[in-house]
């Protein structure tokens, strides 16, 4: 098993050295600020960690079948991991999906409310199938008996190939007829859902709304085929809020008007990870209950709500806060990674402490085990710290370390089987460093805030805060404001740099107001500059009458000195700063000019620069580079980067973004390896072609590589080897 610990430190060093790497920060004062806040983690800090619970057992596939609570023949469907002498091998279940399916057999609608990797899917698509076989077993005729709505194709498509890995060779392949219908399916396909039905519908509620309004004669048959509809799933149910959550509702009332047979109500499922989580058990149940009746416009008892029901790991009997402290300190210092076997840690007291701590807790008063809150790893060592007195350091490490062994497969802690004691779960959150707020004081006192307000808090005068902002060349700070004049008193204050510097304006009465950029005259290179005509770019200058003048398009654009107290008030004895009318065209540190045109937000760096895609694409190649690491390397496993966007249109902009980060990265890589290669000699237009063919092995003699630059790979001879010229740009 990965160190998931390594690589979360190993993922945010990567992505600060990145995100870093876009602002050049002058000023030392600041520099060593924000230096002080990277280094306190302030912008990233720690995962939350939480452990995947244990859910109580609800007996296999086979044993309902054998009770006549399932059909027979289900459990050839559902096969799992028994007993390989025959006696039992179908699908063992958890006590939720027990409970899902009694609900069913009831004649019952019902919400699935348990957490991810719980088998959400099983409490829909066993009552389905079982109705299915016993229709098919009694020789009703062939029609659509469910529909499953899913939010997004993806889920869609996942959902797919687990029927279809499921009913391909258990011998039932043509009684359980499955097909999908979400708008990304040819024609043909479609086609043999209107003339042959199938059992099982999956489809997105767009889909569905389009079904049922379409007069087509193929979309009219598809709805025809439905007709007596049983089951109405709707999967993922938080997701139907707002807007669309009515949208979705008022589709249900659609779908049960011209589906539900005279006198039969449809089943409706619901599933969904999070509904409520406020409250005790009972009062959750409601409000999902309440929810649901309105999405299916059906009641629903609180009793029809199926939560999950959770057993411990360790050994039940024994309670942390009962275990003596010099017994916890025994177990913390004296763990054994190379003796942690199953049985060794069901009686661990180190193992039970972390188990309700990280992952469960106490619902009802005591009655009932729920998930616990994820808490930091530094929290949890200081809680461990009070019970067991070893100190903080100490007490992280070895949390870390028992973490990390219990989350491996019994396999590689002396156990069978590949279930691990602790699956471990590490919620990292990422996001841009946001914005730096400063301070117009002297370097000596000048202070800074990352978020956004008008004053500087807890000072006894007023000090307001600016907006900061740097110079991409040379890293000079600027603030973005607005200069106000009212009533005698000339006054700048912050605003936000992508807000259009406006003309002058008159608000009414005597207030101006002019927008522009201010530049604190802080270090030698900005103090140099005088202001006189001279400093200013040649481009924005012309000679009249033998002198030199700005040009009319460029005179507003002149800087302005003025010494402005920390209130942001203009006052002789405040500290000097030139102001800049407009937008941002020119740097007086190093004389960096920038057009009319353009963003100022994109001529000058803030904290936060990467977009949304670049930060995903870096965050996902340092986890690959973190996988291909030797010592992290596992040949066995096919190790997988899963990857969740909001749409497919995103996940198609982020698959492109990585696929050109790829290249791009593999081109540059390849240069700076070939020119390393060339030493002082260096490369010309004639040779950097066949160097860097080299160097990426794109050559003629290296079959391994054919794929990767040949569109026929099949080319022999002088063919291939004008096709490897043709990449080095060697032939005319």
Not at 436 to 455: K, M, N
């Amino acid at each position: 098993m990965t160190n998931i610990f390594k690589l979360d430190r190993y993922v945010v060093e990567e992505y600060e050295r990145f995100a870093r790497s876009f602002t050049n920060v002058r000023a030392a004062d600041l520099a060593s600020k924000l230096q002080e806040a990277y280094a306190s983690k302030q912008f990233w800090p720690e995962p939350m960690i939480q452990l995947n619970p244990r859910f109580q057992s609800g007996g296999t596939v086979g044993q309902l079948v054998q009770q006549g609570d399932l059909a027979k023949g289900i459990e050839k469907i559902f096969c799992g991991y028994g007993s390989q002498n025959g006696e039992d091998a179908s699908l063992p279940l958890y006590k939720h999906q027990l409970d899902a399916i009694t609900l069913a057999n009831q004649g019952k609608s019902y919400v699935v409310t348990t957490g991810t990797g719980s088998g959400k899917s099983l409490c829909y698509f066993l009552p389905i199938i079982d109705r299915i076989l016993r229709a098919k077993a009694g020789g009703e005729p062939q029609r659509t008996r469910a529909i499953i709505i899913y939010p997004m194709n993806a889920l869609a498509n996942s959902q797919m190939e687990e029927l279809d890995k499921r009913i391909t060779g258990s011998g039932y392949e043509k009684l359980v007829k499955f097909a999908r219908y979400t708008g990304q399916d040819d024609e043909e396909a479609r086609k043999g859902i209107k003339d042959s039905p199938p059992d099982i519908l999956l489809t997105n509620f767009m889909m569905l709304e389009l079904l049922l309004t379409r007069q087509s004669e193929h979309d009219q048959q598809v709805i025809a085929n439905c007709e007596g509809l049983e089951f109405l799933v709707l999967d993922e149910l938080h997701t139907y809020r707002g807007r669309q959550g009515a949208d979705v509702a008022m589709l249900v009332r659609r779908v049960r008007e011209r589906l539900e047979a005279p006198g039969r109500f449809v089943r409706c499922i619901g599933t969904s990870a999070t509904m409520a989580s406020e409250g005790d058990e009972a009062s959750r149940q409601i409000k999902v209950a309440e929810v649901a009746s309105t999405l299916f416009a059906m009641p629903i008892e609180a009793s029809s709500v199926v939560t999950e029901t959770l057993e411990r790991s360790t050994n039940p009997r024994l309670n942390p806060a009962r275990i003596p402290a010099a017994d916890l300190k025994a177990a913390v210092m004296g763990f054994d990674p190379s003796n942690a076997r199953d049985d060794v840690l069901y009686n661990d007291p180190f193992m039970v402490w972390i188990e309700m701590t990280l992952g469960l807790s106490s619902d009802d008063d005591g009655r009932r085990l729920r998930r616990a809150q994820p808490i930091d790893l530094s929290t949890a060592a200081s809680e461990l710290d009070k019970a067991a007195g070893l100190g903080i350091e100490v007490c992280r490490r070895q949390i870390e370390l028992a973490l990390e062994v219990a989350g491996k497969p019994g396999s590689e802690r002396g156990d069978d089987g590949d279930r691990p004691f602790f699956p471990i779960r590490l919620h990292r959150f990422i996001s841009g460093a946001g914005a730096l707020y400063s301070t117009l004081e002297p370097v000596e006192i000048r202070d800074i805030a990352f978020s956004g307000q008008v004053f500087l808090p807890g000072r006894e005068n007023p000090t307001r805060l600016f907006a900061t902002y740097f110079c991409r060349e040379c890293g000079q700070e600027h603030h973005p404001v607005t200069l106000v004049s009212e009533s005698g008193t000339v006054t700048f204050l912050g605003r936000r740099i992508d807000e259009i510097p406006a003309e002058p304006s008159d608000n009414g009465g005597n207030r101006l107001e002019e927008q522009g950029f201010l530049t604190p005259v802080t270090n030698e290179d900005i103090a140099g500059f005088q202001g006189d005509i001279g400093e200013y770019p040649d481009e924005w200058l012309e000679e009249r009458r033998g002198q030199l003048q700005f040009k009319n398009t460029y005179r507003k654009s002149r800087l302005t000195k003025y010494a402005v107290t920390p209130d942001g008030t203009i006052s002789t004895n405040g500290v000097p700063v030139w102001f800049q009318k407009g937008k941002f065209r020119f740097c007086a540190a190093c004389g960096a000019v920038h057009g009319q045109s353009g963003r100022d937000i994109n001529r000058l760096a803030g904290l936060t620069a990467e977009g949304r895609s670049s930060a995903t694409t870096v965050l996902i190649s340092s986890i690959l580079r973190w996988m291909k690491q030797p010592e992290n390397d596992r040949a066995d496993l096919r190790q997988k980067v899963l990857g969740f966007t909001d749409n497919r249109q995103d996940a198609a902009l982020q698959a492109g973004h990585f696929n050109d980060f790829v290249f791009v990265s593999l081109l540059r890589g390849a240069a700076l390896a070939a020119l390393e290669s060339a030493g002082h000699a260096g490369l010309t237009d004639a040779t950097i072609g066949r160097a860097l063919t080299k160097v990426l092995r794109f050559t003629a003699s290296n079959k391994a590589r054919y794929a990767e630059w040949l569109a026929d790979r099949d080319l022999q001879g002088e063919q291939l080897e004008n096709a490897a010229a043709d990449l080095a740009a060697e032939r005319p």
